[in-house]
Every structure is written in C-alpha cells, then in structure tokens.
T-cell receptor, first 115, second 111 residues
Framework: GAGVSQSPRYKVAKRGQDVALRCDPI?????LFWYQQALGQGPEFLTY????????KSGLPSDRFFAERPEGSVSTLKIQRTQQEDSAVYLC?????????????FGPGTRLLVL | DQQVKQNSPSLSVQEGRISILNCDYT??????FLWYKKYPAEGPTFLIS?????DKNEDGRFTVFLNKSAKHLSLHIVPSQPGDSAVYFC??????????FGTGTSLTVIP
C-alpha cells in the first residue's frame, strides 16, 4: 500500500515568506508526527497529533510554526515569516496505534531552503 | 542539549564482517529505544526496537543490545551487506510518543 507522502519535496522561500508543507499519512493511521532535521543532525520532534487532536506541540520552535490536522488525516505544517534558520528537512511520520510506542513510518521529507 | 548521542559519524566495514553501531544516552528515564535506517532522499525506515526490560533483541541479521547501567545501546549487523550502506539513527523515548534522535552514523559496507 501507499506510504506516507509529503509535498512539496523541495521548497525555496524568500526570507519573510509564509510556507505550507503537506503530509498525507498512511490511511487509517491514528497518530501523526512532524520532525525538523537540520543538516548533519537527527530528526527533532516538533508536534504530535492523535486523530485531529494536537496532543503535544512542545517542539515547535516559535509561534511562527503552526500545524493542523482538521479531519484526522492530512496534516499541514505552516511556517510564517520564514527565517534562514528554518532551512531544514521537515519529516512527517504516522503510526497506526493511538497509544504509546507505535512504529512510526516516515515520509520522504520536504527540504526547505530559506534565502 | 543532546540527550541521545552517536559519537561516530561514519563507519566502514568489509562485506561479510560485523558492523557495530553505538549510541549513548543521558536521560535515565528513557525506556524504549529504536534504530532507524535512512537512504538518501528517503525518510528513515524503522529497523528494530528494544524495551528497557530486555537487554537484547534480535531480528535476522540485526541485533540490538542495551546496557542500562552504562546508558548505552548498540546495533550489530552480521553479516554486513552492501545494501546495508545507509545512515543509521538511534532514538529513545521516556513516555508517550516523543522520541529523541541521535545525529546518525553513516555506514559504508565495502564489497
């Protein structure tokens, strides 16, 4: 079956521009996660949804970052007034289980470059 | 502050030999650990996990060892194959679904 998909795969933005990154999780997966991976680093947790509820947003670096999953499937990560330090790969992952420790399946990521 | 550390950014191993990838952590509350494998331009793929109630978990050629007292885990790949060449991330969790990742080790298996 289809895995996690993300779009766009690459995004170049001018500093100050708003961007929206989309994640299509595996159908039926309850949990959805967003991570930020800077160059040479491991993925860093941003936020977590269980169905449409955003249960943890402790990793969002500033109030310029906003995520939603209004119908419990597709999710959008929005970054307002982008800064150069926002340049990174943004990974989305989903897991079947709404409980703890379900295996997370990752999408290919969106590579964001802010000029 | 990096709670999960992979101190070797790269490792090269001959095909057929053992690959040992290491990971250290600082948070004693971590009780669940995973290894992910990542190819270029793809997302990480789950490889193997271990709970803190165990000290070893094996899946085919892959074995993860956990030493809680040393706050150390390792991934052994035996025998190593060229297709194993990838970046390997370890990750740890204390509760819930928030995982902390290391910076990755790039493994090259030489044919």
């Amino acid at each position: 079956g289809a895995g996690v998909s993300q779009s766009p795969r690459y995004k170049v933005a001018k500093r100050g521009q708003d961007v929206a990154l989309r994640c299509d999780p595996i159908s039926g997966h309850v949990s959805l996660f967003w991570y930020q991976q800077a160059l040479g680093q491991g993925p860093e947790f941003l936020t977590y949804f269980q169905n449409e509820a955003q249960l943890d947003k402790s990793g969002l670096p500033s109030d310029r970052f906003f995520a939603e999953r209004p119908e419990g499937s597709v999710s959008t990560l929005k970054i307002q007034r982008t800064q150069q330090e926002d340049s990174a790969v943004y990974l989305c992952a989903s897991s079947l289980d709404g409980g703890d420790r379900g295996t997370q399946y990752f999408g290919p990521g969106t590579r964001l470059l802010v000029l | 502050d990096q709670q999960v550390k992979q101190n070797s950014p790269s490792l090269s191993v001959q095909e057929g030999r053992i690959s040992i990838l290491n990971c250290d952590y600082t948070n004693s509350m971590f009780d669940y650990f995973l290894w992910y494998k990542k190819y270029p331009a793809e997302g990480p793929t789950f490889l193997i996990s271990i709970s803190s109630i165990k000290d070893k978990n094996e899946d085919g050629r892959f074995t993860v060892f956990l030493n809680k007292s040393a706050k150390h885990l390792s991934l052994h790949i035996v025998p190593s194959q060229p297709g194993d060449s990838a970046v390997y991330f370890c990750a740890a969790s204390a509760t819930g679904n928030q995982f902390y990742f290391g910076t990755g080790t790039s493994l090259t298996v030489i044919p």
